[in-house]
């Protein structure tokens, strides 16, 4: 059975100590946030719901060639996001789900796969105040595993720069 596809808008939180995100609807309506922690070995970021429950964990695999990371969701672990090892352009697999993320990362335009069928399409938006992107994902149920590997990108490419 297939699912509703759902826009979501996450904006970036500026001027703050820890990694901090908001995930809209197309209403305005908060869906989700996500909260970095501030003295910890390594990127982890708690997702949570509008009511304020956590709905995922996301922390960085430490001493590994490529960065990886690993995905929790209701306190399960769920998926590992990483890296690929290729010359020209990014492409980061996520072991679980079986998907694969490619596209300009540079330009921050990619989209995931499973099988041949687009299971989320990520644009982040330019010239905005904090970090802003926009998902397309194309079934409900994919839509917390999608943000969270959105998220995970996001910090690979911030420790990058």
């Not at 995922?56 to 990483?82: C, D, M, W």
């Not at 993320?101 to 989209?111: C, I, K, P, S, T």
Request: hydrophobic share 45%; aromatic share 16%; with cysteine.
């Amino acid at each position: 059975m297939k699912g509703n596809k759902m826009k979501l808008y996450i904006k970036q939180e500026v001027f703050t100590w820890a990694d901090r995100f908001y995930v809209y609807d197309a209403g305005e309506n908060v869906l989700f946030s996500a909260e970095g922690e501030i003295f910890s070995w390594g990127k982890k970021l708690h997702v949570y719901d509008a009511r304020g429950g956590e709905t995922a964990y996301i922390e960085q695999q430490l001493l590994t060639f490529l960065p990886r990371y690993n995905i929790y969701i209701h306190g399960g672990s769920v998926a590992q996001i990483k890296r690929e090892f290729t010359f020209f352009s990014p492409l980061y697999t996520v072991e679980g789900p079986g998907w694969r993320v490619e596209g300009d990362f540079l330009a921050h335009d990619y989209q995931i796969t499973c099988n041949g069928r687009v299971v989320a399409v990520m644009h982040k938006e330019w010239l905005t105040w904090g970090d802003c992107y926009e998902i397309d994902v194309f079934s409900d149920r994919d839509v917390v595993m999608a943000l969270c590997v959105m998220l995970a990108i996001d910090c690979i490419m911030a420790q990058a720069i």
